[in-house]
């Protein structure tokens, strides 16, 4: 074989993994979106670069911090294989074996698929990195014993990935692997227990306590206090626009998300409506929507 003719086989070659590189990145851009991982990694009041850190996270446990998770290979996390990125996201376990505690909502990303944890990794590691330290958590005692992380994950976590349920439509599926994974809707949606994982009898029912102190919203179908006299386009294009079907618009925390909901596609928009509106209602004080 000539040398021009071995070139032209490698170029052959390469050009469809390139191809496909490309594609779970693009891919990996929409999923990193939906997620919101930039509203929770990036110190915006001060500035901070996308992904480096920073932004504080008050919980009743302590303040904790978003780190950083850019490439950074010693600040970030350059060095992560595939097989750890996806241990962080189904697990809640770093490289090293340590426990993260679930304010980082893996009890939502562990439903995710292998396949798009690494398109989200994918992107990621596409983007510039930053050498910013993360900083460390301000967490009250006991709880910044990440030991104690071992009994809470045999109590309330429930490793995926999501499996669909056959006697559902598809976009019944689509909608529960949205809201479940990837939006990870009732990390915030959902009362949490005294030991800070999410009541399953109110799944999605609204919490009096939420990002930045803020109560959250019921998003249930329940008709006094849910979304029960929404139809699903009213929720597609609350998700869109972040205003409400009588004029309102949604909470500054909401707010962030919209951002990011928006970027869907309609048919992903609705798909959680259909979700959403299929589920069973649950009564609360928390009114569907609020301003500021």
């Known amino acids: 074989m000539s040398f021009f003719a071995g070139l032209a086989t ?11 590189d490309a594609a779970a990145i693009e891919h990996g851009k929409y999923l990193f979106g939906a997620a919101g991982c930039a509203s929770c990694h990036t110190d915006v009041k001060n500035n901070g670069p996308l992904l480096g850190g920073g932004r504080a996270l008050p919980t009743p446990f302590g303040t904790f911090y978003g780190p950083n998770i850019t490439a950074d290979k010693e600040h970030g996390i350059g060095a992560w294989t595939d097989a750890q990125f996806i241990q962080a996201l189904r697990m809640g376990l770093s490289p090293k074996g340590e426990h993260y505690f679930p304010v980082f909502p893996y009890p ?140 309102d618009a949604v909470s500054r925390s909401m707010d962030e998300v919209i951002q990011n909901l928006s970027k869907l596609t309609d048919d992903d928009r609705n798909a959680i409506a259909v979700y959403l509106k299929s589920l069973p209602a649950v009564h609360t004080e928390t009114r569907a929507a609020q301003k500021d």
């Not at 798009?116 to 993360?134: G, H, N, V």
């Open 108 to 247: 939502s990303f562990t439903n995710m698929t292998d396949r798009d944890m690494l398109d989200l990794k994918a992107y990621i590691f596409s983007l510039p990195t930053s050498d910013r330290p993360s900083k460390p958590h301000e967490i009250k005692f006991p709880f910044n014993y990440r030991i104690s992380m071992i009994g809470w994950n045999l109590l309330f976590l429930d490793p995926g990935p999501f499996k669909p349920d056959d006697s559902r439509d598809e976009a019944w599926n689509r909608g529960a692997y949205l809201v479940r994974a990837v939006a990870h809707c009732g990390e915030c949606h959902t009362e949490r227990n005294l030991f800070g994982a999410k009541r399953v009898d109110r799944e999605l029912g609204g919490s009096p306590i939420g990002p930045d102190g803020d109560s959250v919203p019921n998003i249930t179908p329940d008709e006094k206090s849910g979304i029960g006299g929404w139809s699903d386009s009213e929720i597609s294009d609350l998700l869109q626009s972040g205003m409400t079907p009588d004029g």
């Open 10 to 20: 490698l170029i052959a070659l390469a050009a469809p993994a390139a191809a496909q």
